[in-house]
């Protein structure tokens, strides 16, 4: 499977951005989906993960109450919206499919990663 990020962009502390992880490819619907991101001069970190249905998600502490993930399997699409954005979001943000825990290594497949800037 093939994974195309995008929706990143600038955006004023307190914004809001919606990311979108399109999937090429057959089998979409068997992949778990995760978000990464990776902040300059840092690891890539887990963000958040949903299941193949979409019925179950989870998101790292940082996030939680602030990002929610969804996926639209019809339009083998899976969203990032965040909300009230802070400086230190800032990061490149990746999709990455075939994993259902919290570890880049558990995935198998990548997409090219979008950046996040949020201006204080």
């Known amino acids: 499977v093939q994974l195309q990020a995008s929706g990143g962009g600038l955006v004023q502390a307190g914004g809001s951005l919606r990311l979108s992880c399109v999937a090429s490819?057959?089998?979409?619907?068997?992949?778990?989906i995760g978000w990464f991101r990776r902040a300059p001069g840092k690891e890539r970190e887990f963000v958040a993960r949903?299941?193949?249905?979409?019925?179950?998600?989870y998101y790292a502490d940082s996030v939680k109450g602030q990002f929610t993930i969804s996926r639209v399997n019809a339009k083998n699409t899976v969203y990032l919206q965040m909300n009230s954005l802070k400086p230190e979001d800032t990061a490149v943000y990746y999709c990455a499919a075939g994993g259902y825990g919290t570890a880049p290594r558990e995935y198998d497949y990548w997409g090219q990663g979008t950046q996040v800037t949020v201006s204080s």
């Open positions: 490819g057959r089998a979409f619907t068997t992949y778990g």
């Open positions: 949903i299941s193949t249905t979409g019925g179950t998600t």
